[in-house]
């Protein structure tokens, strides 16, 4: 069965800082994909990135930038310089290639304070 | 491109009541999703429409839900009679057929049914 974990619950940083949302996930498969979607209040839920379990490549986008290592099966999120419109709550989820389902985690709560 | 819509934003009955939630997916979406996610918890999938055939059910809680995809455009989610246990936030998404290699597109969600049960 799969699994995603986001142990953070909430996380409180001021506005500039960096902070790093932490994703581990299990699968028995060997072609899986990864994402990240963010909850703003409006609540629709915003995809922000896919990856696939062969492109272990590091991604950045603008302020944006995640960590994929299959070694300790954890696909990281980093906001750099934080803004008040990064607060949101953040979802990691993971797809098996088999099905294309999504298995998400708890989410993280980020607050941005200016 | 208008993104997925869901109505009602929210809806409030008793127990035992008959609720029916709807989904219009983005134009040209041949699958369809719904997720449910409970206070506290993590989402939760529900079921995969390819177009109008129900591709995967496995997490349709009980036989109280119905869900449907007419002439797989927009689909309806129905819970008769609902629960306690069923309050809380559907989501529908929507995504293309799979893309090069097999590798799912992306789903782009809805805003959300907040569901709350009396």
């Known amino acids: 069965a799969q699994k995603v974990t986001q142990a953070q619950t909430e996380i409180s940083v001021v506005e500039k800082e960096d902070v790093t949302l932490d994703c581990v996930y299990e699968?028995?498969?060997?072609?899986?994909?990864l994402f990240w979607y963010k909850q703003p209040p409006s609540g629709e839920l915003v995809f922000l990135i896919r990856?696939?379990?062969?492109?272990?490549q590091n991604e950045i986008s603008g302020r944006y930038s995640w960590n994929f290592q299959k070694s300790t099966s954890s696909f990281n999120f980093t906001i750099t310089a934080s803004q008040v419109v990064d607060s949101a709550v953040y979802f990691c989820?993971?797809?098996?290639?088999?099905?294309?389902?999504?298995?998400f985690g708890k989410g993280i709560t980020l607050s941005v304070r200016p | 491109e208008a993104g997925v819509t869901q109505f009602p934003s929210h809806s409030v009955i008793e127990k035992g009541q008959t609720v029916t939630l709807r989904c219009d997916p983005i134009?040209?979406?041949?699958?369809l999703y719904w997720y449910r996610r409970v206070m506290g918890k993590e989402i939760k999938f529900l079921l995969h429409?390819?177009?109008?055939?129900?591709?995967?059910e496995s997490g349709m809680p009980n036989n109280r839900f119905l869900a449907e995809r007419t002439g797989g455009t927009y689909s309806t989610l129905k819970v008769q009679p609902a629960e306690l246990e069923d309050s809380g936030v559907y989501f529908c998404?929507?995504?293309?057929?799979?893309?090069?290699?097999?590798?799912?597109?992306?789903?782009?969600f809805g805003p959300g049914t907040r569901l709350t049960v009396t």
């Open positions: 998404a929507s995504s293309r057929r799979y893309g090069e290699g097999g590798a799912p597109y992306e789903q782009y």
């Open positions: 699968t028995r498969d060997t072609t899986y994909y």
């Open positions: 990856r696939n379990s062969f492109d272990e």
């Open positions: 989820a993971l797809s098996e290639a088999s099905r294309s389902k999504l298995t």
């Open positions: 134009s040209g979406h041949d699958n």
């Open positions: 429409f390819v177009k109008e055939s129900k591709q995967d």
